[in-house]
């Protein structure tokens, strides 16, 4: 079992930047494929981006790439969101996800075993 709590969600405006923080519970983090998805407005909870077990294979989806950074501290049992170049359509509650799949380059698809309760992002224009 292991219990995420996402923090670092904010009202920010177009082009800044903001990190979002996953802690999670447990003595297996570094055994987790970590992800973070996002959920907008009307939308369905879409794929945002993942790192695999030891940090060494990150992906993102088109959107996002290039803006954002996903890093992992096995250490503190903490991932974290560095998102840079904000704009308003990146509006959502941003979600931290592990899965006990091994996560494999390019697969841009996260099956989630463990769901966080979700931070409020909002990009004002």
């Known amino acids: 079992q292991v219990e995420l709590v996402e923090s670092g969600g904010a009202l920010v405006q177009a082009g800044g930047s903001l990190r979002l923080s996953c802690a999670a519970s447990g003595r297996t983090f570094s055994s987790y494929t970590m992800g973070w998805f996002r959920q907008g407005p009307g939308k369905e909870r879409e794929f945002v981006g993942a790192?695999?077990?030891?940090?060494?294979?990150?992906d993102y989806t088109a959107s996002v790439k290039g803006r954002f950074t996903i890093s992992r501290d096995n250490a503190k049992n903490t991932v974290f969101l560095q998102m840079n170049s904000l704009k308003p359509e990146d509006t959502a509650v941003y979600y931290c996800a592990a899965s006990v799949d091994r996560y494999y380059a390019g697969t841009r698809y996260l099956r989630v075993d463990y769901w966080g309760q979700g931070t409020q992002v909002i990009v004002s224009s």
């Open positions: 790192i695999s077990r030891s940090g060494s294979i990150t």
